[in-house]
């Protein structure tokens, strides 16, 4: 009935889904990112001059003079799009969010329906480690806040990667296999790579312990030993920065540094970022800097920001059994539908109210109905019995 | 937090508890005949054994922190996960074979223009082929292979071979080794990071194990 890779999200599921995107809509405003909405419609040439990975997988759409569309793929493009259009003569930085669907194919490479909902964040117009360290900081911000007792954020940096291997000293073929293996996160094949290179033994046994270890302390050591050239230094001292102002805004033991980490998309080109949480075997969030996207629209500015996969989010937080305050269920009068002096008067009160059919026994609580001249209201395991008059302080708002 | 694995049933599963045994993992339970295929170890590890081919899914989507499963999947099978070390151990050849009487491989002048061809690897069998500029008729199965070329199924199988006795039976002769794989460590994206210590422990154990009868074996 509906294209592979769609689905429908019932009433219980939308509740939770619209309570989690009103915590993200409000952490993302208390840092005073601005929310916009982007149609979700693109010219296929304004995603293609992105970046090609931004086409893959897209719907494509023709409009009556048959130019070629593409359902938005990300909320980055469209973002970065709107910002080099509409925002070119203001003060920088510029700080947006969203909260929105986007759309590609289902493919089991994928691992997302065609149709995801993502919540993210751009700040434009800004560098340097204290601008990553914000956008960090509130992708940090959002997972406390959503009671996940178990994440982790983990930061790379598309620079580490580029210096280590040009530290290598490999051949150009080399250099070009050793970054697919570790694009492909195939550490036996790096490995076989480097092994087969030229590299002294000191170099191959610190950079193996500095993608082993993931993350922390011990990992930024290796990484330093066989930090050979300047560019190198520079990546780790960068990354470094990040995760101590991250800590200074309040998040500690949260941040991990992970050198192993690979961008998931080409137009990443300083930090990465992607987080994790129990339940979810892929990230339910990623992001990084991108300082040469806003270029593609004839405005070179830095940029960085991240992308939460609500989806993803939404599994692990019933998989870590955490759950946001939504509303309470409606009251179930029956025949209300012949009482809306009654309804109103409920709703005036503040209370949901539902109406089902007369002399029907609502079959869950909270319910009022008629049993002979009295009403009865059950509620919280109680029940009351009397007029409406006596009922009243039992039906005010808890 | 104890590590989930997921482990590939069927031949290889033997050496892979060899050598999570000799790693220190207390994985005696599994061999027992009629084991439970998911089992929590009394060190609270929970261990699954499943179809090879369902590893990296069970991996990829977090059901597991990591996994044990030959190259051949990993190959075949596109997943996001962690390719963290080579075991060393598992090894297996796959392979083109055809019936011994069939007349050569390619025969561009009397032989058939496309050759059909069992495997249940259907992805990699494509594009071996395809990148020698050879067009084949691709038949996934899910099964033994091996008797498809005497019912008429196949003009010939790509199948994983490890003493080869298997084709041999079937009266299928080798004509081109496509590759040679072994058992790989993989882990979820999640767990990679999130039980980062426990999996940096074991890996550290079983590379000393995997160096160490390397360098035995070439002794």
Redesign the interface.
């Known amino acids: 009935m509906i294209p592979e890779g769609m689905r429908d999200v019932l009433p219980a599921e939308a509740a939770a889904l619209h309570a989690l995107e009103e915590l993200l809509r409000a952490r993302f405003a208390a840092y005073g990112y601005g929310e916009v909405r982007t149609p979700a419609l693109e010219f296929l040439e304004t995603l293609e001059l992105a970046d090609d990975d931004m086409v893959e997988g897209g719907y494509r759409v023709f409009d009556e003079q048959g130019r070629e569309l593409m359902l938005r793929t990300d909320l980055t493009v469209p973002c970065a799009r709107l910002a080099a259009t509409r925002f070119r003569e203001r003060p920088l930085p510029l700080r947006f969010s969203y909260v929105a669907s986007a759309f590609r194919s289902p493919s089991a490479s994928r691992a997302q329906d065609g149709e995801f909902a993502q919540a993210g964040v751009e700040l434009i117009g800004a560098s340097g480690p204290e601008a990553d360290a914000e956008v960090v900081a509130l992708l940090c911000d959002v997972l406390a806040a959503t009671g996940l007792p178990e994440f982790t954020v983990s930061l790379g940096t598309v620079a580490f990667h580029t210096a280590m291997v040009a530290s290598l000293r490999l051949s150009p073929d080399q250099e070009q296999a050793v970054l697919d293996a570790l694009a492909a996160r195939d550490y036996p094949l790096f490995e076989s790579i480097v092994g087969n290179a030229d590299v002294d033994e000191a170099s191959r046994r610190a950079l193996q312990k500095a993608l082993d270890l993931g993350g922390g302390g011990e990992a930024v050591h290796q990484a330093r030993k066989l930090a050979g050239s300047a560019g190198m230094e520079d990546a780790i001292d960068h990354l470094v920065q990040v995760r101590d102002i991250v800590e200074d805004y309040g998040f500690r033991d949260l941040v991990r540094i992970d050198f192993g980490l690979h961008p998931g998309l080409s137009y990443y080109t300083g930090v990465i970022v992607e987080a994790y949480a129990s339940g979810t075997g892929l990230p339910v969030a990623q992001g990084g800097r991108y300082d040469n996207l806003l270029a593609s629209f004839e405005w070179p500015v830095p940029a960085v920001g991240f992308a939460i996969a609500i989806d993803r989010l939404g599994m692990a937080m019933e998989d870590a059994r955490v759950a946001l305050p939504q509303r309470p269920r409606p009251l179930a009068v029956a025949g209300g539908l012949r009482e809306p002096a009654l309804m109103a008067a409920l709703r005036r009160a503040g209370l949901d109210a539902l109406a089902v059919p007369v002399g029907e026994q609502p079959p869950r609580e909270p319910a009022l109905y008629r049993e002979g001249s009295q009403w009865v209201l059950r509620r919280g395991g109680r029940i009351a019995r009397g007029s409406l008059k006596e009922l009243r302080r039992e039906l005010e708002v808890p | 937090m104890s590590l989930r694995i997921a482990l590939a049933a069927g031949t290889p599963l033997a050496e892979t508890l060899d050598l999570f045994a000799a790693a220190g993992v207390p994985v005696a339970p599994l061999r027992q005949v009629g084991a439970s295929p998911l089992q929590e170890l009394p060190d609270g590890t929970v261990v699954l054994a499943t179809r090879a081919a369902d590893v990296p899914l069970f ?5 597991a922190d990591i996994g044990v499963v030959g190259k051949e999947i990993l190959v075949e ?10 075991l060393r151990v598992g090894r297996a050849r796959l392979v083109f074979a055809q019936p011994e009487d069939a007349s050569g491989a390619w025969d561009e002048e009397h032989g058939p223009s496309r050759v059909r061809v069992a495997t249940r690897f259907p992805e990699t069998t494509r594009r071996y082929f395809e990148a020698s500029g050879r067009q084949v008729n691709v038949l996934a199965l899910e099964g033994p292979v091996e008797a498809a070329p005497r019912l008429r199924l196949a003009d010939g199988v790509v199948d994983l071979v490890r003493s080869g006795e298997t084709l041999r039976r079937a009266g299928l002769t080798e004509r081109e080794q496509i590759a040679e794989y072994s058992l ?1 460590l993989i882990a ?7 039980r ?1 210590a426990e999996i ?1 422990a074991l ?2 154990r079983l590379r000393e194990l995997t160096e160490r009868s390397e360098s035995g074996g070439e002794a």
């Open positions: 991996v990829e989507r977090g059901g099978v596109e997943r996001d996960v962690y390719e963290l070390l080579d790989r979820g994206r999640a767990a990679h990071a999130l980062a940096g890996i550290g």
